[in-house]
């Protein structure tokens, strides 16, 4: 057995018989880990209200080594996500948030580059920026980090910079090239998704925020990156589609 503590945050929490709980967490020094805390349904627990989705903590635990599933000995809360769950938009994004990592984190492999993707972006959320915006920012990042839907610099076919080039999006939405080397299929992209989709590699959250694109453009940017999306796991994220559900629901 082997005892290791890290930062974290924490994705998912459900419960497990009577007493206990199961976590599913982000750790920075392992990537993606399953625990048991044991005993955290019980009232005077030393879990509890530390266990909260979203939840940055510091955690220990011990690993086995025939077991997938570690024992969680202590949590400590570091930056408590309650202010994104006080209305249901943020319950909502929340789980969106996590449901990527789910998703895209590999279980006891490290990835700086996601655990700060999500630390950050929880960090703006909570300081009140523009949530629209920051899905949008997260859910481009997600791929761009999971090597899905690189950062448009130049046209995959012919190499030539996208820059001042017309770019739309490839057949099967795989990727964006130019103008001349799209397909009969090929359709465009505003200017200013291109420019966004750029700009993510060089701007933070609040960086995008002073010069903010229109409403048109996130949700241009929006299709986009669940077409993408889709096109790799080969189905929808459910919280994506609770999502369209729930926001639909209400409009009516
Ligand atoms: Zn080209």
Not at 37 to 50: D, P
Not at 62 to 78: I, M, T, Y
Not at 160 to 184: I, M, N, Q
Not at 211 to 229: G, I, M, Q, W, Y
């Amino acid at each position: 057995m082997q005892l290791r503590s890290s930062d974290a945050i924490i994705l998912d929490v459900f419960n497990l018989h009577d007493y206990d709980r199961i976590v599913t967490m982000l750790t920075r020094s392992h990537g993606k880990k399953k625990g048991v805390a044991r005993g955290a349904r019980r009232k005077y627990s030393r879990f509890a209200g530390q266990l909260q989705p979203l939840a940055k903590v510091s955690v220990t635990w011990l690993e086995k080594e025939q077991s997938e599933l570690a024992r969680v000995s202590s949590v400590e809360l570091e930056r408590s996500a309650s202010g994104l769950q006080s209305d249901l938009e943020g319950i909502l994004l929340g789980s969106y948030l996590a449901d990527h990592m789910l998703e895209f984190a590999q279980e006891n492999e490290p990835n700086d580059h996601l655990f700060r993707l999500l630390d950050s972006t929880l960090e703006a959320l909570l300081a009140d920026v523009d949530r629209g915006l920051a899905a949008r920012y997260y859910e481009a990042w997600v791929l761009r980090i999971a090597g899905v839907f690189p950062a448009p610099s130049e046209c995959p076919a012919c190499g030539r910079g996208l820059e001042k080039r017309e770019v739309g999006v490839a057949e099967r939405g795989e990727g964006l090239v130019c103008r001349d080397c799209g397909s009969g299929s090929w359709r465009p992209l505003g200017r200013e998704t291109v420019e966004f989709l750029m700009r993510i590699g060089d701007e933070n959250l609040m960086m995008l925020q002073q010069r903010s694109p229109t409403n048109a453009t996130l949700d241009e940017v929006e299709a986009l990156c669940a077409e993408v999306r889709r096109s790799f796991l080969q189905r929808e994220l459910k919280s994506y589609r609770v999502i369209r559900e729930t926001l639909a629901g209400i409009q009516e």
